[in-house]
């Protein structure tokens, strides 16, 4: 069946641009804070939300988005019945404040939760937040847990949170009801089940990275090995029982597939052509198919009424040493920790099948922080009113019947996103606006050595002079930028791997500044969370065991 191309026209007038920057919230509550919910109250109607967030996948690694040797039939089928978004970004372009963004609808400037101190380029500093941090995301943040919880959804995470270790800063503590899984990345420390190279390079400082049920460690070191299984497993039972109960549900599955080292079940192992990553890979869309077939064993009622949104934190980083370990940007130019489109543009999927018309491709603009004003307009939750949002709906491009169609208050329609700005850390590098993408700041593009037997070039003289695999190194020489000004301007419907700047469009690079210069002077950044680190804050389930920090689950 052909696919329904959907595609809003891009309006470039400056005033729709800065009613796009400075009303933001105009759009997904009224201005007097009322509730811009399109008609759902009851708890009967309320729809069931299922995010799943995949690590580190790059635009080029589902089937659907034309991997040529990896098998993902269950997010396919999920393409198929649903809509595939081609220009779907993440606000952030690594996993702490992309994390952060996603669950508050803002970007991380505003929370403190990007890496380097606001305007610096000091690349020393974190970009993640580390197994020692001493903050998390701040409590005065508003998620999209939290609003759920508020109009009655029962709400579960499982898998990578990554925006704080301590308890204080735990899912539980942050609007989920229970939580099972990682606190951070799994190369944050030892771990069980892993089997490729990069085994080597996890983080020595860290104790071994604890498996998390509520807020106590039930197994240190985690077992790989079994641990997307078990994150299927907890994910049905919560959407089995919660859809037996009555209620609505919440369920945010953020996977550790398929970030570095690779790791898969047993069985899984060798099965992939494309190798440990493939392997990876399809054990993730394994545990998708598992999740939406509990959805359609259910009743009508539920099974009719559950929106599923499937994405990734960030593209992929490019394999190093000849190994095909990590991910693949297809098309698109640079990797994780950069913004280029291989850092910032994402592979996305939107399942509600009877609401979501089937076979879409949507080809309009939107970002992560969206996702936060379309489960709110959905649930009839009211958005919060007392901080700047930047999140937009995403209802009326997947074409769903009952979306509010975005309005001034004097009724005239405004254009969907019309502007997204990326930083790199806490600074502001790149500006999408319309089909536009301007680049204040950059940073090279991956280029790696040819094997020394296919080059004349005596500057490889041996194995051990190939660059190490060293994600902490690769993600701080992503912080060093080259500052253009004017800015680099790409035209992204012709030129979407940014291979030719543009000379010609002052108009256009006017228009950009502009807007940079309205939302400099709105913003009001975060007090910085990323740089600070406290040893004692590192989890041990049992300092004094034999190894320390040793446990082993019942199950």
């Keep these: 069946m052909m696919?329904?191309?959907?595609?809003?026209?891009?309006?470039?007038?400056?005033?729709?641009?800065?009613?796009?920057?400075?009303?933001?919230?105009?759009?997904?509550?009224?201005?007097?804070?009322?509730?811009?919910?399109?008609?759902?109250?009851?708890?009967?109607?309320?729809?069931?939300?299922?995010?799943?967030?995949?690590d580190d996948m790059g635009y080029g690694d589902l089937g659907c988005f034309g991997?040529?040797?990896?098998?993902?039939?269950?997010?396919?089928?999920?393409?198929?019945?649903?809509?595939?978004?081609?220009?779907?970004?993440?606000?952030?372009?690594?996993?702490?404040?992309?994390?952060?963004?996603?669950?508050?609808?803002?970007?991380?400037v505003r929370s403190g939760m990007c890496g380097n101190a606001y305007g610096s380029k000091d690349s020393s500093q974190p970009m993640v937040l580390a197994c020692d941090a001493k903050n998390g995301l701040p409590l005065n943040e508003t998620t999209i847990a939290e609003t759920l919880k508020e109009?009655?959804?029962?709400?579960?995470?499982?898998?990578?949170?990554?925006?704080?270790?301590?308890?204080?800063?735990?899912?539980?503590?942050?609007?989920?009801?229970?939580?099972?899984?990682?606190?951070?990345?799994?190369?944050?420390?030892?771990?069980?089940?892993?089997?490729?190279?990069?085994?080597?390079?996890?983080?020595?400082?860290?104790?071994?990275?604890?498996?998390?049920?509520?807020?106590?460690?039930?197994?240190?070191?985690?077992?790989?090995?079994?641990?997307?299984?078990?994150?299927?497993?907890?994910?049905?039972k919560f959407v089995t029982e919660s859809a037996q109960s009555g209620k609505p549900f919440f369920l945010y599955l953020a996977f550790s597939h398929v970030h570095v080292p690779q790791f898969a079940a047993i069985d899984r192992i060798g099965r992939s052509e494309r190798g440990y990553f493939g392997d990876s890979v399809e054990e993730m869309d394994s545990a998708v198919g598992a999740v939406l077939?509990?959805?359609?064993?259910?009743?009508?009622?539920?099974?009719?009424?559950?929106?599923?949104?499937?994405?990734?934190?960030?593209?992929?980083?490019p394999s190093v040493q000849n190994r095909a370990y990590s991910g693949n940007n297809g098309l698109l130019s640079g990797r994780k920790a950069q913004t280029w489109e291989g850092g910032l543009?994402?592979?996305?999927?939107?399942?509600w099948?009877?609401?979501i018309p089937a076979h879409q491709l949507v080809m309009d603009v939107a970002v992560t922080t969206d996702v936060f004003a379309t489960f709110a307009e959905l649930a009839g939750a009211q958005m919060p009113s007392d901080r700047v949002m930047d999140s937009i709906s995403m209802l009326s491009l997947l074409n769903v019947s009952q979306a509010r169609v975005p309005s001034h208050p004097d009724g005239?329609?405004?254009?969907?996103?019309n502007v997204s700005f990326f930083y790199q850390g806490c600074q502001l590098w790149a500006v999408r606006m319309g089909q536009w993408k301007a680049h204040y700041f950059t940073s090279p593009k991956p280029v790696f050595p040819l094997p020394k037997q296919y080059t004349a070039s005596a500057s490889i003289n041996s194995d051990s002079e190939w660059p190490a695999h060293s994600p902490g190194?690769?993600?701080?020489?992503?912080?060093?930028?080259?500052?253009?000004?004017?800015?680099?301007?790409?035209?992204?419907?012709?030129?979407?791997?940014?291979?030719?700047?543009?000379?010609?469009?002052?108009?256009?690079?006017?228009?950009?500044?502009?807007?940079?210069?309205?939302?400099?002077?709105?913003?009001?950044?975060?007090?910085?969370?990323?740089?600070?680190?406290?040893?004692?804050?590192?989890?041990?389930?049992?300092?004094?065991?034999?190894?320390?920090?040793?446990?082993?689950?019942?199950?």
Excluded at 20 to 43: E, K, T
Excluded at 153 to 168: A, E, S
Excluded at 186 to 197: I, K, P, Q, R, S
Aim: overall charge neutral; proline content about 8%; aromatic content about 8%.
């Design 473 to 555: 190194a690769e993600i701080r020489g992503a912080l060093q930028g080259t500052p253009h000004r004017p800015p680099l301007l790409f035209n992204l419907e012709s030129d979407p791997s940014e291979n030719f700047p543009l000379s010609g469009h002052d108009n256009i690079i006017k228009e950009v500044d502009t807007a940079v210069a309205a939302h400099n002077a709105a913003l009001k950044p975060g007090r910085p969370q990323l740089p600070f680190h406290d040893p004692s804050t590192r989890l041990c389930c049992n300092e004094k065991s034999a190894p320390p920090c040793y446990c082993k689950a019942d199950t």
């Design 353 to 355: 099948p009877g609401t």
């Design 412 to 417: 005239s329609v405004l254009s969907l996103r």
């Design 67 to 108: 991997a040529p040797t990896t098998r993902t039939p269950n997010i396919d089928r999920m393409a198929r019945e649903g809509a595939r978004l081609t220009q779907f970004y993440t606000a952030h372009s690594i996993c702490t404040p992309s994390r952060a963004a996603l669950l508050t609808g803002r970007l991380p």
């Design 293 to 317: 077939d509990a959805i359609r064993a259910q009743v009508p009622s539920v099974s009719a009424n559950t929106f599923a949104f499937l994405t990734s934190d960030n593209g992929a980083i």
């Design 3 to 54: 696919e329904l191309v959907l595609r809003r026209a891009p309006a470039l007038l400056l005033a729709g641009v800065l009613t796009c920057m400075l009303h933001v919230s105009d759009r997904v509550h009224g201005a007097d804070g009322s509730s811009s919910a399109g008609g759902r109250s009851s708890a009967n109607d309320k729809p069931n939300f299922i995010l799943f967030y995949v």
């Design 151 to 236: 109009s009655g959804y029962d709400t579960m995470m499982v898998g990578k949170w990554h925006l704080g270790q301590q308890v204080k800063y735990q899912p539980t503590r942050q609007g989920f009801d229970h939580y099972f899984g990682l606190p951070y990345s799994v190369d944050m420390g030892f771990a069980y089940g892993n089997d490729t190279m990069e085994k080597d390079s996890q983080i020595k400082i860290c104790h071994p990275v604890p498996l998390i049920r509520d807020e106590e460690i039930i197994e240190q070191p985690a077992n790989y090995s079994m641990l997307t299984a078990r994150y299927a497993t907890e994910a049905v």
């Design 345 to 351: 543009r994402e592979p996305a999927v939107a399942w």
